[in-house]
């Protein structure tokens, strides 16, 4: 599920009223929607979240630790298997060119393109974070 809209303080303005994501995520979690229980829910949402302008941090890149992974029985929480990419961070406006759109799109719709039959959705969504920061 996609939202491009308008948005402020935990709210994005759709088209009748005003919703909360959060509140938009619940009817899909485990207990209320078991059908789609351990099957991935995926929400990008394209909307500012406040007013402020991230201005970035420059840091260095160090190569990532590899662990082992062991098979067991588990359970999954009851939010479990949600994605959920938002253009912004609580609190900061979402950045757009006037002529293109919004970097975040833009960035997702090509990583996606040149990307997708390669990367899983993580890693797609660090090289959008990537490119939104560049």
Same mark, same amino acid.
């Given at each position: 599920?996609?939202?491009?809209?308008?948005?402020?303080?935990?709210?994005?303005? +759709?088209?009748?009223?005003?919703?909360?994501?959060?509140?938009? @995520?619940e009817i899909f979690t485990a =207990? $209320?929607?078991?059908? *789609? +229980?351990?099957?991935?829910?995926?929400?990008?949402?394209?909307? @500012?979240?406040?007013?402020?302008? =991230? $201005?970035?941090?420059? *840091?260095?890149?160090?190569?990532?630790?590899?662990k082992d992974c062991t098979k067991?029985?588990?359970?999954?929480?009851?939010?479990a298997d949600f994605v959920i990419?938002?253009?912004?961070?609580?609190?900061?406006?979402?950045?757009?060119?006037?002529?293109?759109?919004?970097?975040?799109?833009?960035?997702?719709?090509?990583?996606?393109?040149?990307?997708?039959?390669?990367?899983?959705?993580?890693?797609?969504?660090?090289?959008?974070?990537?490119?939104?920061?560049?």
């Amino acid at each position: 599920v996609a939202f491009l809209s308008h948005g402020e303080d935990g709210i994005v303005y +759709a088209k009748d009223q005003p919703f909360s994501p959060e509140k938009l @995520c619940e009817i899909f979690t485990a =207990d $209320k929607c078991p059908t *789609l +229980a351990g099957k991935p829910k995926i929400f990008v949402i394209n909307a @500012c979240r406040g007013n402020k302008a =991230d $201005k970035g941090h420059e *840091l260095t890149r160090r190569s990532a630790m590899q662990k082992d992974c062991t098979k067991y029985k588990f359970k999954i929480p009851t939010h479990a298997d949600f994605v959920i990419a938002y253009s912004t961070v609580e609190g900061f406006y979402n950045f757009k060119n006037l002529e293109h759109g919004s970097w975040f799109i833009q960035s997702l719709v090509h990583m996606f393109m040149t990307e997708a039959k390669t990367d899983d959705w993580l890693s797609l969504l660090t090289k959008v974070s990537q490119l939104v920061a560049d």
